[in-house]
Nanobody, 124 residues
Framework: QVQLVESGGGLVQAGASLRLSCVASGRTFSRNAMGWFRQGPGKEREFVAY????????YYAQSVKGRFTISRDIAKNTVYLQMNSLEPEDTAVYYCAATDAVAVVTTLSSYGYWGQGTQVTVSS
């Protein structure tokens, strides 16, 4: 059974940092691009960040560019999201996802594998 399991969420104050992790099990995603998405209270799920299979290509939503960094450790089958200078607007459930697409993709429908999410709450 393929699983993506996120961890690292929590409650922090504005300006703090968190690092989210997403571990894949059941199969290797070493040749898949990965993404992070988030869904805030009362909002639709939105794209946050993308990393290609090698880790050499990344892409970010404008709202997090310069504050968040996505990376991956292929040997550990793990993807990370380093989040700095957190803002209350970053409060959301964060999901990692895997895609079979080759090009950079930011739409939910492009990702076929999803984790269950981890809650990030940023207080002001």
């Amino acid at each position: 059974q393929v699983q993506l399991v996120e961890s690292g969420g929590g409650l922090v104050q504005a300006g703090a940092s968190l690092r989210l992790s997403c571990v894949a099990s059941g199969r290797t995603f070493s040749r898949n691009a990965m993404g992070w998405f988030r869904q805030g209270p009362g909002k639709e799920r939105e794209f946050v960040a993308y990393v290609n299979w090698s880790g050499h290509t990344t892409y970010y939503a404008q709202s997090v560019k310069g504050r968040f960094t996505i990376s991956r450790d292929i040997a550990k089958n793990t993807v990370y999201l380093q989040m700095n200078s957190l803002e209350p607007e970053d409060t959301a459930v964060y999901y990692c996802a895997a895609t079979d697409a080759v090009a950079v993709v930011t739409t939910l429908s492009s990702y076929g594998y999803w984790g269950q999410g981890t809650q990030v709450t940023v207080s002001s």
